[in-house]
């Protein structure tokens, strides 16, 4: 049988609908015709037709009011099935909620999609001045704790898969790292002290110190991070408090998730006789 490329199922129409939606990410509630026209380059027809048949199905809606549109509760839903299907949220929150507890500092749990970290679960603390960041939020890996945490037991191949070229690897801050051989030794450090630290590498002023989440599987699945503004998380502090409870956070995430348990059975059967 003949294989064919993947780009030659691709449904153009079906693109643009998506590209549409990614549209309503990060802080943007509504947008109209005229703009989205302008972000996508489709002529405000096509626009128009598409947003027709998403608010059909319920994945946008259009505010009565301003008659622009934003994003209906389909999209929702289907964000609420897929946070479902994660089980490491339904395991990591509640471990969450103690590490936010006891270090008053926001806490993620993210995955890696691509080239970003997604943030799949926030606990936010009830600190006057904190980190405001939202549950699917996107940031780079190269310049996020979380991220780092999460690639730091990759093998080249692997690494290659998710990391875009250097040349464009963005530069979020003056101290995010945009050299590949500095990231590899950043990495190596990682994989020796079981935690990684984001020193206002992607926001001015802001630090964060992530780990890495294990599966009974050994794979990592997911990632978690403690983040703060750079007066509170200093390093002593960072050394001292946020890092051993940050590590014992995702140890015990890994646990609930069969982790700990694999290598105990491994431990327990000893090599194998001859």
């Not at 003949?2 to 943007?28: C, M, P, T, W």
């Not at 794979?219 to 502090?237: K, Y």
Request: hydrophobic share 40%.
């Amino acid at each position: 049988m003949v294989k064919r490329e993947k780009s030659n199922y691709i449904i153009q129409a079906v693109v643009h609908a998506l590209s549409l939606l990614e549209e309503f990410s990060g802080d943007v509630d509504e947008l109209g015709v005229t703009e989205l026209s302008k972000r996508l380059k489709l002529h405000k027809n096509n626009v128009f037709r598409l947003l027709a048949t998403l608010e059909e199905k319920g994945y946008i809606e259009q505010n009565k009011i301003t008659e622009n549109y934003r994003l209906g509760i389909k999209s929702l839903e289907l964000g609420q099935t897929f946070i479902r299907q994660m089980g490491v949220l339904r395991q990591a929150h509640p471990v969450m909620e103690k590490l936010c507890k006891d270090l008053r500092e926001n806490v993620y749990v993210g995955v890696i999609r691509n080239h970003n970290v997604v943030y799949l679960d926030v606990v936010e603390s009830d600190q006057a001045v904190r980190v405001v960041s939202r549950v699917g939020s996107q940031l780079p890996v190269w310049c996020s704790a979380i991220g780092k945490a999460q690639v730091a037991s990759m093998n080249a191949g692997e690494l290659e898969k998710i990391l875009p070229p250097v040349k464009n690897w963005e530069a979020c801050t003056p101290k995010s790292i945009r050299d590949k051989d500095a990231f590899f030794s950043e990495l190596e450090r990682i994989q020796g002290q079981g935690y990684a630290i984001d020193d206002e590498e992607y926001d001015h002023d802001v630090k964060c110190v992530g780990a890495a989440i294990r599966d009974y599987t050994k794979r990592v699945v997911a990632g978690i991070s403690v983040s703060g503004p750079s007066f509170r998380l200093t390093d002593e502090c960072i050394q001292n408090k946020v890092a051993p409870a940050v590590k014992q956070a995702a140890a015990e995430i890994s646990r609930r998730l069969g982790y700990e348990i694999t290598l105990q059975i491994e431990e327990k059967s000893g090599p194998a006789s001859v």
